[in-house]
C-alpha cells in the first residue's frame, strides 16, 4: 500500500509505481477522466477497475506506448471504457468531453505549456490532477494566474525520489511566496517529514553548487552566488520554523 501525507493507506494501486498509486488517490470519482502522456495507461486502469471512474481517455504522441496502452486496456477487459487517442496534449479532446485531467511524468514547464495550448479544454474541466517532475513552482503560479485554485496535495518516495502531486479546481487563490510556490502550500502546513527532508537536500544541492561558484572570479559567477546564498538563507530559515523544538525529519 502506498502511504500519503495526511493519510493512513491507499485504496488504489497501480503497479509498480507509488507515485501513480499517490495520484490515483487525489483523484476525485469522476464521470470521465482523460489522461494526457498515459504511457502504458496503468492509471486508468486502476481507477477505472476500482470504480473511481466510469471511463477514460488516454492521450499518448508516441506509437509505442499508444500501442503498449491499448494491449494494456484490452487485457484488463475494459476496451469498452478506456478510450485511446493518439495525439498532442489536450488537443486531441473536446470541450465537456472530459470531467478532469491527470498529467503525469513530464516537467512542470511541459505541463504549462500543455494546459496553456488547450486553454478552451482546460477551462470546461472540473479538476486538474497534476504531478510535475520538476518545475512545480512555474506549475503552481500558472494555476493561479489561470483562475485554478490547489486544493489538495501529496507527497511519496519511490526508489529514493520524491514526487508530488497537485490536485487543482477552478477558482481563485491567493497570491503564492516563494516557499509555497515551490514547495506547496497545503504541504508546507503538513509538514510532512518527506517534505522536510526534500527542502534540506535542496539546501544540501545549493551549498555544493556554492561552492564551485566561489572558485569563479567572474562577475556572472558572482551574482549568481549571492543569489543561491539568499534562497539557503531563506530556505534554512523556513525549515527551522517547520521542524518543531527537539524533533526530526523522521520524527
Known amino acids: 500500500m502506498c502511504k500519503l501525507a495526511g493519510q493512513d493507506n491507499c485504496d488504489i494501486i497501480i503497479p509498480a509505481s507509488r507515485r501513480l498509486s499517490m495520484l490515483a488517490e487525489l483523484i476525485p470519482p469522476a464521470e ?15 481507477l477505472a477497475a476500482a470504480g473511481k471512474i466510469k471511463n477514460g481517455i488516454g492521450v499518448e504522441v508516441t506509437a509505442g506506448p499508444y500501442r503498449q496502452a491499448a494491449a494494456n486496456v484490452a487485457a484488463a477487459g475494459l476496451t469498452g471504457r478506456i478510450a485511446l487517442r493518439q495525439g498532442d496534449g489536450l488537443a486531441p479532446l473536446k470541450p465537456g468531453e472530459a470531467t478532469g485531467a491527470a498529467l503525469a511524468g513530464m516537467g512542470g514547464n511541459t505541463i504549462v505549456g500543455i494546459l496553456a495550448r488547450g486553454q478552451d479544454i482546460m477551462a470546461s474541466m472540473a479538476f486538474l490532477a497534476l504531478q510535475p517532475m520538476g518545475q512545480a513552482a512555474a506549475l503552481r503560479r ?9 486544493c489538495r496535495e501529496a507527497i511519496t518516495a519511490e526508489r529514493g525520489v520524491r514526487y508530488q502531486a497537485i490536485l487543482a479546481q477552478p477558482g481563485e487563490m ?14 508546507l502546513r503538513e509538514k510532512s517529514p518527506l517534505l522536510l527532508r526534500e527542502i534540506d537536500e535542496r539546501i544540501a544541492g545549493h551549498r555544493r553548487a556554492l561552492a564551485g561558484l566561489e572558485r569563479s572570479s567572474s562577475e556572472a559567477s558572482r551574482q549568481k552566488a549571492a543569489r543561491i546564498r539568499a534562497r539557503i538563507k531563506e530556505w534554512e530559515a523556513l525549515l527551522l520554523c517547520l521542524i518543531p523544538a527537539g524533533k526530526s525529519f523522521d520524527t
Open 32 to 46: 470521465t477522466l482523460a489522461d494526457i502522456g498515459a504511457d502504458h495507461a496503468w492509471l486508468l486502469i486502476g
Open 142 to 150: 500558472y494555476l493561479r494566474q489561470a483562475g485554478w485554485r490547489i
Open 174 to 187: 491567493a497570491p503564492l511566496s516563494d516557499p509555497e510556490a515551490e514547495f506547496g502550500p497545503l504541504l
